[in-house]
Nanobody, 128 residues
Framework: QVRLVESGGGLVQPGGSLRLSCASS????????IAWFRQAPGKEREVVSC????????YYSDSVKGRFTLARGEPKNTVYLQMNMLNPEDTAVYYC?????????????????????WGKGTLVTVSS
């Protein structure tokens, strides 16, 4: 059984930082991509970042590139999303996801629901 559990969300002031964690179990985590998505009120769920899998390089959306960093924890089956220089537009529920068919190369070209396995999400609120 595939399981993903996010943690680390909370309230942070603009310009601040948070680190989100995605703990995984039930699959060979290193052989499949882990992606972070977010969904803000009134907006569609969108990809934030992705780490392979077979993809050698991590993917970052234009809105977070240079501010967020995604890395796998070793030897634990955990992926971390370090979020720096947060702004109110980053406020959203953040989800981690994996899929046995998708790749980080394709993540920006396919809808979010192409990914099959999801955590419950963790809320990030950026406000002063």
């Amino acid at each position: 059984q595939v399981r993903l559990v996010e943690s680390g969300g909370g309230l942070v002031q603009p310009g601040g930082s948070l680190r989100l964690s995605c703990a995984s179990s039930g699959f060979s985590w290193y052989h499949f991509p882990i992606a972070w998505f977010r969904q803000a009120p009134g907006k569609e769920r969108e990809v934030v970042s992705c780490i392979g899998g077979s993809d050698e390089n991590a993917y970052y959306s234009d809105s977070v590139k240079g501010r967020f960093t995604l890395a796998r924890g070793e030897p634990k089956n955990t992926v971390y999303l370090q979020m720096n220089m947060l702004n109110p537009e980053d406020t959203a529920v953040y989800y981690c996801a994996t899929d046995f068919e998708s790749t980080c190369t394709k993540v920006s070209r396919e809808p979010w629901y192409a990914w099959d396995y999801w955590g419950k999400g963790t809320l990030v609120t950026v406000s002063s």
